[in-house]
T-cell receptor, first 113, second 113 residues
Framework: TQLLEQSPQFLSIQEGENLTVYCNSS?????LQWYRQEPGEGPVLLVT?????EVKKLKRLTFQFGDARKDSSLHITAAQPGDTGLYLC?????????????FGKGTHLIIQP | DSGVTQTPKHLITATGQRVTLRCSPR?????VYWYQQSLDQGLQFLIQ???????AKGNILERFSAQQFPDLHSELNLSSLELGDSALYFC????????????FGQGTRLTVV
């Protein structure tokens, strides 16, 4: 079973600050996705990264896939209250999909105005 | 709107009963995933179907079963329900068997009393 560890579990910061959350594993993934989930809703896909070392930007969000495809980070610049939510990373295994999509437990992010 | 439809949105039932959760994937998506989300366990992968065939199996209990029909909709059957089965159940779909991002429905909140 592949495990994804996300850190920190909880983060509360002021509007305008920058932050980084991490997603780490001892397993290699064929791809890694980041999702944001709001209470009572399903996770919403933000990005998929596939290539080791890949960096993708989505407005103020920057996603990086580690060179070894075992870890990823999400950096938010000038955080806004609208960024509040549960951020989840999910890995697709490199063995043909036998493990489905494995999710980390998430980072609960609160951006205070 | 993710394009994934789950019914019902809420379900309250007694211990020992059986329920069926339904999922219609996004148009054109061949993969359907089922997940269980509880406060302490996070998103737990249950099972994946791809084009009607079981593709991957996660931590799905023997009391639970699923299937994907020729029109690609899927059902998750939960039987002999216990209090601990109370959770949010999500269906997600993707175009391929794995590696790309998944699109989640809004979930079914199951309460077992």
């Amino acid at each position: 079973t592949q495990l994804l560890e996300q850190s920190p579990q909880f983060l509360s910061i002021q509007e305008g600050e920058n932050l980084t959350v991490y997603c780490n594993s001892s397993s290699v993934f064929s791809s890694l996705q980041w999702y944001r989930q709001e209470p009572g809703e399903g996770p919403v896909l933000l990005v998929t990264v596939v290539t080791g070392g890949e960096v993708k930007k989505l407005k103020r969000l920057t996603f990086q896939f580690g060179d070894a495809r075992k870890d990823s980070s999400l950096h938010i610049t000038a955080a806004q209250p609208g960024d509040t939510g549960l951020y989840l990373c999910a890995g697709a295994d490199s063995g043909g999909g036998a493990d489905g999509l494995t999710f980390g437990k998430g980072t609960h992010l609160i951006i205070q105005p | 709107d993710s394009g994934v439809t789950q019914t019902p949105k809420h379900l309250i039932t007694a211990t020992g009963q059986r329920v069926t959760l339904r999922c219609s994937p996004r148009s054109g998506d061949l993969s359907v995933y089922w997940y269980q989300q509880s406060l302490d366990q996070g998103l737990q992968f249950l099972i994946q179907y791809y084009n009607g065939e079981e593709r991957a199996k996660g931590n799905i209990l023997e009391r639970f079963s699923a299937q994907q029909f020729p029109d690609l909709h899927s059902e998750l059957n939960l039987s002999s329900l216990e209090l601990g089965d109370s959770a949010l159940y999500f269906c997600a779909s993707s175009a391929t068997a794995g590696g790309t991002g998944a699109f989640f429905g809004q979930g079914t909140r199951l309460t077992v009393v």
